[in-house]
């Protein structure tokens, strides 16, 4: 089966950067859209980008637009979420996930998770 694990996350200031990776193992990934979640304590699990198994198409939350970027790299088996100019209220942790033959990431109906990675943005 697919596995996938997240990393990348850390203690970043107001405005900086953060590269997380989402490696992937058992599986190859370009048969699965993946997807970039983040958690909140409270809330559910919000979807903040995604791209599809072909890799041509992308979609973000419209709090992360302009600011995050969801890339695939085939070779490596990785999916990558750059995520620049950040703020306090990205501060939770975040999930990849993987999704058969989609173009679409909704928490609720993918396949496979990692565990998670840590983003602690400090005010």
């Known amino acids: 089966q697919l596995q996938l694990v997240e990393s990348g996350g850390g203690l970043v200031q107001p405005g900086g950067s953060l590269r997380l990776s989402c490696a992937a193992s058992?599986?190859?990934?370009?048969?699965?859209?993946i997807g970039w979640f983040q958690k909140v304590l409270g809330k559910e699990r919000e979807e903040l980008a995604c791209?599809?198994?072909?890799?041509?198409?992308?979609n973000y939350a419209d709090s992360v637009k302009g600011r995050f970027t969801i890339s695939r790299d085939n070779a490596k088996n990785t999916v990558y979420l750059q995520m620049n100019s950040l703020k306090p209220e990205d501060t939770g942790v975040y999930y990849c996930?993987?999704?058969?033959?989609?173009?679409?990431?909704?928490?609720?109906?993918?396949?496979?998770w990692g565990k998670g990675t840590l983003v602690t943005v400090s005010s």
């Open positions: 791209i599809s198994s072909g890799g041509g198409g992308t």
């Open positions: 058992g599986r190859a990934l370009e048969h699965y859209s």
């Open positions: 996930a993987a999704k058969t033959g989609s173009n679409n990431c909704h928490y609720y109906d993918m396949d496979y």
